[in-house]
């Protein structure tokens, strides 16, 4: 009886052990995420604050140097980090969970799939953890959105605070829910593309041996898929920035996406690409060189 009592002790002194493990990584994916959402926010919200405009046609102006212009002139430098609040705190947020959930997503498919806890699995099965992290971010990153969106695209200056107040004072809880099919669409496909295919891209660029390419490679990955998830979904937040901002105006989901191609056309969808781009390269080239240098710093803490 006693080689039993000493191997179940064992067993749930491992258990207990990887369980303490689990949590560690877990408040550690949690805190390189926000650490990492806040730098890059930071970093290229200007370049946001231009997208947001553009898409709402603020000040009239349709090209990116237009609007930086436009809005210097009228506003002041100021004005490019009108609503840095509600991001910064939403993408530390949200990118602290984001890491989290993939953490747990990833987990959750290499068990199912037969891969060892230590592999990395496959390009899909990565893109898949990207999507299923995608949506289960949604609910925080749509409403934050939402307050960003009305207050860079207003002409009055408001707090993040203010504006958040108000929107609850009019329409109640549900006001932040305006435009979240579009988001959620738009949530799924950027974090598929973005896990999946920077992971696709690090591949490429190791070398034979399987090292792990540098800085310079994770900065020409982290910029080439945040292009190619804002290509595939800047549709998606166009109908979402329009619904958030007018709701009244743009009801529903087919109904945004009906009339922006009736009034504009498919490029109505590419309003501002250029903003869009540069904002994307900026800020998923900072993401995943933050996020590479963070994690090698919390390597070495542990």
Same mark, same amino acid.
């Given at each position: 009886?006693?080689?039993?009592?000493?191997?179940t002790l064992k067993n749930n002194a491992?258990?207990?052990?990887?369980?303490?493990?689990?949590?560690?990584?877990?408040?550690?994916?949690?805190?390189?995420?926000?650490?990492?959402?806040?730098?890059?926010?930071?970093?290229?919200?200007?370049?946001?604050?231009?997208?947001?405009?553009?898409?709402?046609?603020?000040?009239?102006?349709?090209?990116?140097? /237009?609007?930086?212009?436009?809005?210097?002139?009228?506003?002041?430098?100021?004005?490019?980090?009108?609503?840095?609040?509600?991001?910064?705190?939403?993408?530390?947020?949200?990118?602290?969970?984001?890491?989290?959930?993939?953490?747990?997503?990833?987990?959750?498919?290499?068990?199912?799939?037969?891969?060892?806890?230590?592999?990395? /699995?496959?390009?899909?099965?990565?893109?898949?953890?990207?999507?299923?992290?995608?949506?289960?971010?949604?609910?925080?990153?749509?409403?934050?959105?939402?307050?960003?969106?009305?207050?860079? /695209?207003?002409?009055?200056?408001?707090?993040?605070?203010?504006?958040?107040?108000?929107?609850?004072?009019?329409?109640?809880?549900?006001?932040?829910?305006?435009?979240?099919?579009?988001?959620?669409?738009?949530?799924?496909?950027?974090?598929?593309?973005?896990?999946?295919?920077?992971?696709?891209?690090?591949?490429?660029?190791?070398?034979?041996?399987?090292?792990?390419?540098?800085?310079?490679?994770?900065?020409?990955?982290?910029?080439?898929?945040?292009?190619?998830?804002?290509?595939?979904?800047?549709?998606?937040?166009?109908?979402?920035?329009?619904?958030?901002?007018?709701?009244?105006?743009?009801?529903?989901?087919?109904?945004?996406?009906?009339s922006i191609i009736q009034?504009?056309?498919?490029?109505?969808?590419?309003? /501002?690409?250029?903003?869009?781009?540069?904002?994307?390269?900026?800020?998923?080239?900072?993401?995943?060189?933050?996020?590479?240098?963070?994690?090698?710093?919390?390597?070495?803490?542990?």
């Amino acid at each position: 009886g006693n080689d039993t009592m000493k191997r179940t002790l064992k067993n749930n002194a491992s258990t207990a052990g990887a369980s303490a493990v689990a949590a560690s990584s877990a408040a550690t994916e949690i805190c390189i995420g926000t650490l990492t959402g806040v730098s890059s926010t930071t970093l290229a919200h200007p370049l946001d604050t231009i997208k947001t405009r553009l898409q709402l046609g603020v000040g009239g102006s349709t090209t990116m140097s /237009g609007c930086i212009i436009h809005t210097l002139r009228t506003d002041g430098p100021q004005a490019l980090y009108r609503g840095l609040h509600a991001p910064v705190v939403s993408s530390g947020l949200s990118c602290g969970l984001t890491f989290y959930a993939k953490a747990l997503w990833s987990r959750l498919l290499k068990k199912k799939m037969g891969y060892k806890e230590s592999e990395r /699995g496959s390009i899909p099965l990565v893109g898949l953890a990207g999507a299923l992290t995608g949506a289960s971010v949604a609910p925080i990153v749509i409403p934050t959105d939402l307050v960003k969106v009305r207050c860079q /695209g207003s002409m009055a200056s408001q707090s993040t605070l203010q504006c958040a107040m108000h929107i609850l004072r009019s329409d109640g809880l549900n006001g932040f829910t305006k435009g979240s099919t579009a988001g959620m669409l738009q949530l799924v496909t950027q974090w598929a593309v973005l896990f999946g295919g920077y992971e696709f891209m690090m591949d490429r660029m190791s070398s034979a041996d399987g090292t792990r390419p540098g800085s310079l490679a994770t900065l020409v990955a982290g910029s080439a898929v945040g292009v190619a998830s804002w290509t595939l979904g800047m549709p998606f937040d166009i109908t979402k920035t329009k619904q958030q901002m007018d709701p009244k105006l743009n009801p529903t989901f087919t109904r945004t996406v009906r009339s922006i191609i009736q009034t504009q056309g498919v490029q109505g969808f590419y309003r /501002g690409f250029s903003a869009v781009t540069a904002r994307a390269m900026v800020s998923n080239a900072s993401f995943f060189w933050f996020y590479e240098q963070i994690s090698k710093i919390a390597k070495r803490m542990q």
